[in-house]
């Protein structure tokens, strides 16, 4: 099976503490610390799991510059053979339907039976998989944390639905695939295995290579943009418990046995 | 302005709760103009739920189809193209199947999308200008939407209140002779029911529950104790199960349990909507963490900065320690 997986690089929210810089509109850039999306991992490993048991290939794209082809490194040293940084100028702030676009465009000219994303990114809009399956009209599942390939082009797949319990459903491929986190243990990757694939070729095709024209696409053609960031008003907000740490562990006590947490 | 739609996800033929929340996400958008709700289904439960929706809605839409019996959000695409116009501003529940049903619909109608909605601030122009959440909350945006082509808008549910007042007293008009014949290359099979562990979270009175915080499987321990000492169960956050340091069945949120204690200590949880959506029956809720701008502290009732693998066994040891006196 050819398996296309769709990745992007994000700041670590694990290592970093997100907050506001000093103009107040935009978010602290200074110090943060990048990685591949951690969902995007999971959704690597699916691919890697399959082929494992399948044959064929994994390859990783990513839309973006220079200091995206990082990412492309750190899963090729998971184990996909190929990764390709599409990238342009002109796909600069593009919106999701944007990036779907560019990616429907480069999907066209290879050949994929199946095309995993992770379940959603650092803005939280869980949509460029949904809509690069509307735009190839290819069926879609987003949610999905159990895989199992049947014969005659097909996939048993299980959606995650309230409540913990599991959706599932046939789909014929190809098909479009949101993965959920918990689907496997990704594995792990260490300095010496990105060394290892330090010097494989990415190849970086452009809008004029992929057939996309560029009036579609970037910031021009964005039906949504992101105007600021800001913080909300606490609202309500928390008691914060100040002080030393004994002191605090005392007032905690306190408060939590006159509630019935104590028991 | 286009006209408003709001789309109905209900169950056994009970609409749910973000049917209600829905009618007064558009009156943010134009409060002179009631949306109308678009119920896709099959049957007497269908029935149900339209007749259920006249209270809150002065039109409803009802779309009858035996392929639409199970709502499968590729099929139920398929059905909406057909029935909506396409440059309406249609609202959807952000969960599950708003997930799978939104992103390709509105490729479809070439609408517009924007995801988990949170609030909506007002329309200059073609313009609608929305606040999302980003970094699991941790900060949030305003978002510009051009609508002159319609949108698809997918509203975080709790974001609005249930729209109160009068009776509406709709009207069901049934749109189903417009659909013709639905097809889908994914096909329900069956739903299989989350699996029961060895304790019921959803029972306790009190829980300690941990999230990414706790670091590493071994330190589950330190968590165990405190839950022992304060005569409490543990619960936990997605991260937890994801790294597989605990059962499925611990899991508190919207893909886990809803659970509904009278204390919760949320130790090392930044407080994703997911999770806090799991958390009902008003408890009084603890926040530990060391990040002071979790969103966690935005809910909880008290709130300590600080690293729970160093607070947790001290808080346990001093509980001890008073239970022994």
């Known amino acids: 099976m050819e398996i296309l997986v769709c990745a992007k690089r994000v700041p670590d929210t694990s290592e970093n503490e997100i907050s506001l810089d000093s103009a107040g509109t935009d978010i602290e850039r200074d110090d943060l610390v990048y990685s591949v999306n951690e969902p995007d991992n999971y959704a690597v490993e699916e691919a890697l799991q399959i082929v494992a048991r399948t044959g064929g290939t994994v390859t990783v794209a990513t839309v973006g510059g220079e200091d995206d082809e990082e990412i492309l490194r750190r899963e090729m040293a998971m184990g996909a053979q190929q990764a390709v940084l599409i990238s342009d100028e002109a796909f600069a702030g593009s919106d999701g339907r944007g990036i779907a676009a560019i990616l429907s465009a480069f999907v066209r000219r290879g050949k994929y039976d199946l095309i995993l994303t992770g379940v959603q990114a650092d803005d939280g809009a869980a949509q460029v998989g949904g809509m690069l399956a509307a735009m190839l009209d290819y069926p879609f599942a987003s949610l999905v944390n159990a895989i199992e390939v049947l014969d005659g082009g097909k996939l048993k797949a299980s959606r995650e639905i309230q409540g913990g319990n599991k959706e599932i459903s046939e789909i014929d491929l190809p098909c479009v695939l949101s993965i959920q986190t918990g689907i496997n243990e ?52 928390a008691e914060m418990l100040e002080g030393d740490r004994e002191e605090i562990i005392g007032t905690l006590i306190e408060l939590v046995r006159a509630k019935g947490g104590l028991n | 302005m ?14 749910d709760d ?83 049903l939104s992103p390709g619909l509105s490729i479809k109608l070439d609408s517009a999308y924007v995801p988990d909605v949170v609030d909506i601030e007002g329309v200059a122009g073609a313009s609608l200008k929305l606040v999302r959440q980003e970094f699991g909350g941790q900060v949030s945006a305003h978002v510009r939407c051009d609508i002159s082509a319609g949108a698809v808008l997918n509203i975080r549910p709790g974001a609005y209140p249930p729209a109160a007042g009068a009776p509406a007293g709709g009207q069901v008009i049934d749109k189903s002779a417009g659909i013709g014949e639905l097809t889908s290359r994914r096909r329900y099979i069956e739903t299989i029911a989350a699996e029961t562990g060895d304790v019921d979270i959803t029972r306790q009175a009190v829980l300690v529950s941990i999230g990414r915080g706790i670091g590493e499987k071994d330190n589950v321990a330190i968590a165990e104790e405190l839950a022992e000492a304060m005569g409490a169960a543990v619960s936990c956050s997605r991260p937890v199960v994801d790294a597989k340091w605990l059962e499925k069945s611990r899991q508190v949120g919207s893909s886990g349990q809803t659970v509904k204690p009278k204390v919760y200590l949320a130790c090392g949880i930044s407080g994703s909507f997911q999770h806090l959506a799991g958390l009902k029956g008003n408890p009084y809720i603890v926040a530990i963490n060391k990040n002071p701008n979790a969103p966690i502290f935005r809910v909880a009732d008290v709130g300590i900065v600080d690293d729970i693998l160093e607070l947790l066994p001290e808080l346990t040891a001093r509980i001890r320690e008073e239970k022994s006196k």
Request: aromatic share 6%.
């Open chain 1, 186 to 237: 990704p594995r792990y990757v260490g300095m010496r295995g990105i060394k290892q694939v330090a010097a494989r070729p990415i190849p970086t095709p452009d809008a004029a290579e992929l057939g996309v024209d560029p009036a579609t696409v970037g910031e021009a053609a964005a039906k949504v943009k992101r105007v600021d960031y800001f913080v909300p008003a606490a609202g309500k907000g």
């Open chain 2, 2 to 15: 286009a006209r408003l739609f709001a789309y109905i996800v209900h169950q056994e033929g009970v609409a």
């Open chain 2, 18 to 100: 973000s049917a209600a929340e829905l009618v007064s996400a558009a009156a943010r958008i134009d409060a002179g103009q009631p949306p109308v709700a678009v119920v896709t289904g099959w049957g007497a439960e269908l029935d149900a739920v339209c007749d259920s929706l006249r209270d809150v809605y002065k039109e409803v839409w009802k779309v009858a189809h035996a392929a639409l019996a199970y709502p499968n959000a590729e099929l139920v695409r398929q059905a909406l193209v057909r029935v909506l116009p396409h440059d309406c501003i249609l609202l959807v529940p952000h969960a599950h199947f708003g997930v799978d």
